[in-house]
């Protein structure tokens, strides 16, 4: 079993979106509903791959047919990256003892450029434990583009043949395979430490 081990952040260590939050979102922007999260949405690998959080608020209003102000766009921003800030203390209590057992740990994150400072400063405790933060809006690419596995394991200075990944989409899982790393979809940190006592 590989040593290095990496991990997505989104729906593995840091908790997605809660429902209040979405709710809050959706009332700043005047519009709801699966035509409002859709263009939220596909937006969102333009600005995971290093576009500003402006353009990304422009580009979401002109797929909803809307034209954002500037203080509505501020309170998008504030209320998008205070949505994607909390973390699973399980998943915590697990990546400060993996790293207490000496295993190389690596973060590979589609994560939007304000964000990163933003959650740094709140996480930065436990993300010390890792040895590379790999963020996809640093590096120009976005997960599952196979660049992104390949950039995080340089980093890391192993080959992804070394990394076992989890993540909790299917199909990054399946583009990190494709790259030689080991990968599990990710379900639960006692999954995680079954995975990795086998």
Not at 94 to 119: C, H, K, Q, W
């Amino acid at each position: 079993m590989p040593q290095t081990v990496v991990f997505d952040l989104f729906g593995v260590i840091a908790r997605t979106q809660t429902e209040e939050a979405r709710l809050r979102i959706e009332g700043l922007a005047g519009a709801s509903g699966e035509t409002f999260w859709d263009a939220y949405w596909d937006g969102r690998p333009a600005c995971d791959a290093g576009q500003s959080s402006r353009d990304y608020w422009a580009g979401t209003g002109d797929r909803l047919g809307v034209r954002f102000d500037r203080p509505t766009v501020d309170a998008l921003i504030e209320a998008d990256l205070a949505s994607w800030t909390d973390a699973d203390e399980r998943m915590v209590e697990l990546v400060t003892e993996l790293a207490g057992e000496g295993r190389t740990l690596g973060l590979l994150s589609n994560i939007i450029e304000d964000l990163v400072p933003v959650f740094e400063g709140i996480h930065g405790r436990w993300l010390r434990h890792f040895t590379v933060l790999t963020y996809s809006c640093r590096i120009g690419v976005a997960k599952p583009d196979p660049r992104a596995y390949e950039i995080c394991a340089r980093r890391l200075g192993v080959a992804p043949a070394d990394v076992i990944f989890f993540d909790d989409k299917v199909g990054n899982v399946a583009a990190a395979r494709e790259t030689g790393m080991t990968a599990e979809v990710f379900v639960s940190p006692e999954q995680v430490r079954n995975v990795l006592a086998g």
